[in-house]
């Protein structure tokens, strides 16, 4: 069981605006940058939002990130058919000194 | 281009040992923290190590503390992770990763951009 909660699945339709949570506590989110990664099974996780709502060159602007307390969300807007992936939230946790990745958000496009 | 290149995928007996590595090039290897992360069959992604970019420092997720050994070699760029005394749920793909100076936010965190293409270990009698 994962320290950051995201909901298992989501969906929306092409075109679609869909948002993820991910929600953490005062050492975790609280305290520290967000980060979100999309990642296909048998591929390498690929990062799409870095220190809460900043994107990597190469990630399309249809993709933002947000944060406020000790939760974070994911957006996606102008959803297509390749956005089909698992989403994860990730951030460093203070108190146990460790890296945390949420439970990941199965995203399916219909 | 940045290649981080993993190897030694195997299967091994519960209680048993394997070591992995991890081949970098094309970024400053010597420079970057490294992290190993994986993934469990049906399951998500599990930060499992990190090492500072001068093997003085590590941290460890609790699941594999005292069982799990990060380390480099900043001459032959290349990261190891020796795992030893490991049990069936240590069975999954394990990915070395690292942050890009633009992206840390501390020797032991940010955005990981670099990426290998992940190693499968199986734990099975």
């Known amino acids: 069981q994962s320290l950051l909660t995201q909901p298992p699945s989501a969906s929306g339709t092409p075109g679609q605006r869909v948002t993820i949570s991910c929600s953490g506590s005062r050492s975790n989110i609280g305290s520290n940058y967000v980060y979100w990664y999309q990642y296909l099974p048998g591929t390498a996780p690929k990062l799409l939002i870095y220190r809460d709502d900043q994107r990597p060159s190469g990630v399309p602007d249809r993709f933002s990130g947000s944060k406020s307390g000790t939760s974070a969300s994911l957006a996606i807007s102008g959803l297509r058919s390749e956005d089909e992936a698992d989403y994860y939230c990730a951030a460093w946790d203070d108190d146990l000194t460790e890296g945390l990745f949420g439970g990941g958000t199965k995203l399916t496009v219909l | 281009q940045v290649r981080l290149l993993e190897s030694g995928a195997g299967v091994v007996q519960p209680g048993g040992s394997l070591s992995l590595s991890c081949a970098a090039s094309?970024?400053?290897?010597?420079?970057?923290?490294m992290h190993w992360v994986r993934q469990a069959p049906g399951k998500g992604l599990e930060w499992v190590a990190v090492?500072?970019?001068?093997?003085?420092?590590?941290y460890y997720a609790d699941s594999v503390k005292g069982r799990f050994t990060i380390s480099r070699d900043n001459a032959k760029n290349t990261l190891y992770l020796q795992m030893n005394s490991l049990s069936a749920e240590d069975t999954a793909v394990y990915y070395c990763?690292?942050?890009?100076?633009?992206?840390?936010?501390?020797?032991?965190?940010?955005?990981?951009?670099?990426w290998g293409q992940g190693t499968l270990v199986t734990v099975s009698p």
């Open positions: 990763a690292s942050p890009p100076q633009s992206y840390r936010t501390a020797w032991y965190w940010g955005g990981l951009d670099y």
């Open positions: 094309g970024f400053t290897f010597s420079g970057s923290p």
């Open positions: 090492i500072s970019y001068d093997g003085n420092n590590k």
